[in-house]
T-cell receptor
Framework: EPEVTQTPSHQVTQMGQEVILRCVPI?????FYWYRQILGQKVEFLVS????????KSEIFDDQFSVERPDGSNFTLKIRSTKLEDSAMYFC?????????????FGSGTQLSVL | KQEVTQIPAALSVPEGENLVLNCSFT??????LQWFRQDPGKGLTSLLL?????REQTSGRLNASLDKSSGRSTLYIAASQPGDSATYLC??????????FGQGTELSVKP
């Protein structure tokens, strides 16, 4: 089965630093998502991305966050100035067409620890 | 606002028992519903996908059902094993494409 790949698997950073989390979605997929899961809490939607622009974002996705598809394969989430409360597992997901009944494919996540 | 609720929050059973995990959602405009397994500190493993037009899906010892009219889905696990111990998440997908997750049921199967 095809896979969504995320790197790194773990990232430790100091508060106030910028981090970039990387994802390689499945090659023919068109819709991309970032989710996060704070320890012990629900998996929360952050942002969806299609045709090189954000199609939907949650209240969590404030000005500190940005997403980019810099080339034909990578999809990145940047946090400009990390806060302690950004510590979480971040999941990338992709789907070919959101208007179909396909399943959403998830990566294995990046565990971000902000110290 | 769509809400997804999972009951119970935690469940402990002896090996060999059949068990049912419950998921309820508030929005009937559902595209599909996915059940996932999550091991501690790990990613999401997709178990079953039920389309909005389907009533159930089966994979091995797992059976998931969907009742749109009542806003409920159940995941049935037959003959549970210690290796089934994990957190089980349901995710509701609407027309906008994003998945909305429940808080999960933490399952422990004792040998």
């Amino acid at each position: 089965e095809p896979e969504v790949t995320q790197t790194p698997s773990h990232q430790v950073t100091q508060m106030g630093q910028e981090v970039i989390l990387r994802c390689v979605p499945i090659s023919n997929h068109l819709y991309f998502y970032w989710y996060r899961q704070i320890l012990g809490q629900k998996v929360e939607f952050l942002v969806s991305f299609y045709n090189n622009e954000i199609s939907e974002k949650s209240e969590i996705f404030d000005d500190q966050f940005s997403v980019e598809r810099p080339d034909g394969s990578n999809f990145t989430l940047k946090i400009r100035s990390t806060k302690l409360e950004d510590s979480a597992m971040y999941f990338c997901a992709s789907i070919f067409d959101r208007a179909t009944n396909e399943k959403l494919f998830f990566g294995s996540g990046t565990q971000l620890s902000v110290l | 606002k769509q809400e997804v609720t999972q009951i119970p929050a935690a469940l402990s059973v002896p090996e060999g028992e059949n068990l049912v995990l419950n998921c309820s959602f508030t929005d009937s405009a559902i595209y599909n519903l996915q059940w996932f397994r999550q091991d501690p500190g790990k990613g999401l493993t997709s178990l079953l996908l039920i389309q909005s037009s389907q009533r159930e899906q089966t994979s091995g010892r797992l059976n998931a059902s969907l009742d749109k009219s009542s806003g409920r889905s159940t995941l049935y696990i037959a003959a549970s094993q210690p290796g089934d111990s994990a957190t089980y998440l349901c995710g509701f997908r609407n027309q906008g494409g994003k998945l909305i997750f429940g808080q999960g049921t933490e399952l422990s199967v004792k040998p």
